[in-house]
């Protein structure tokens, strides 16, 4: 396949960029729809007299429906979609992308999906779906015990998650943490829920308050139902999980002024776990949380990382530095870009 595209290059040079961009127009329509001529426009940096004319095309070979309601891929422009992603990925040059990405990050893999998931939010649907393929090859045995942590990146994932994910094996999704306290639909036990409704498989519950006092935590932990459902967390062969902005994480858990303030002088950028690093990747702050802790990530074979937009790039990389080596991670261009373009200096 990449000699044929190195070919086309150049002999058919004109037939790949319509073919690109008619690709875009697809893929575009997919996950917006239904979406309007003049909104799909305006995503595209089209005109919409352009426009006009590709989706006439894309109709008239029954690609697209046009409706009063906005225009939807039929179930053979989904086929196309999906067959032409590689092969788009690799003339976008997204492939070497991900490979400088894992060389640098210094992880087992990189999947990187087209845009950037801060200017257009669908994007982040789209690194759900990667992240839920990812899984799917990873869980190759008859029983998995899988760990969801919380978050509005895992919750996209949920979305994406197929109803036969399942497929004759054995699957519990347990919640990484607990999460009374947060927005309901983005805590873990929530995503844990949709995803076993969905899938018809069996989760776990931890409802306890994601942060306490010191006395209260070690006061919870002494009880049977809390050890019971650490156990099963901790037991997990696979993690899908998000990495955060440090200052929009302490904010979102209601974190007090003086601990802000702290992890502010301490210079943090990035959280996962509870953990707050700093640019050099060093723990400058650490919550006491109820779930997976930061060390239990080393007896984890499957860890997937979902984390992307331009304005993660510093927080992706604090906690790479630290991330086991046989994280995936998925993200997409907008970070993959900043993280490369400073990786002179960021990674270093």
Known sequence: MSDLISIQKKLLPDVLAVMQKRYQILRSIYFAE???????AGMLGMSERVLRGEVEFLKTQGLIDIKSS?????????????DLESAMNQLSGLHSIENQLAEVLNIQKCLVVQGDSDVTPWVREEMGRVAVKQLDLALTEKRN?????????????????????????????????GGIGEDLDNQANTICDRIATKTGTKHGVLYVP???????????????AIQEGLRLVQSANAIVHGVGDALTMAKRRHTSEDVIQK???????????????????????????FGLQFEDLAKIP????????SSKAKAIK????????NT?????????????KGSNTLLK
Do not use: C, W
């Not at 239904?34 to 799909?40: E, I, K, Q, S, Y």
């Not at 996209?156 to 519990?172: Q, V």
């Open 328 to 340: 995936i991670l998925v993200t997409d261009e907008g970070a993959a870009n900043m993280l490369l």
């Open 318 to 325: 604090s906690y790479m530095k630290s991330a086991p080596k």
């Open 302 to 309: 499957h860890i997937i990382a979902i984390a992307g937009g």
């Open 145 to 177: 015990i899988i760990a969801i942590m919380g978050g509005s990146t895992m919750a996209a994932f949920a979305d994406t998650m197929p109803s036969d994910f399942a497929k004759g094996r054995e699957l519990l999704f347990v919640p990484g943490r």
């Open 210 to 224: 994601e942060q306490l006092g010191e006395e209260a935590y070690r006061s919870l932990l002494k009880e049977p």
């Open 263 to 289: 992890i502010t002088e301490r210079k943090a950028v990035g959280e996962a776990f509870g953990y707050y690093f700093n640019e050099q990747g060093e723990v400058v702050h650490k919550v006491s949380t």
């Open 70 to 82: 906005g225009m939807t891929v039929t179930q053979e422009g989904l086929v196309v979609f999906r």
């Open 34 to 40: 239904p979406v309007g001529r003049r909104t799909l």
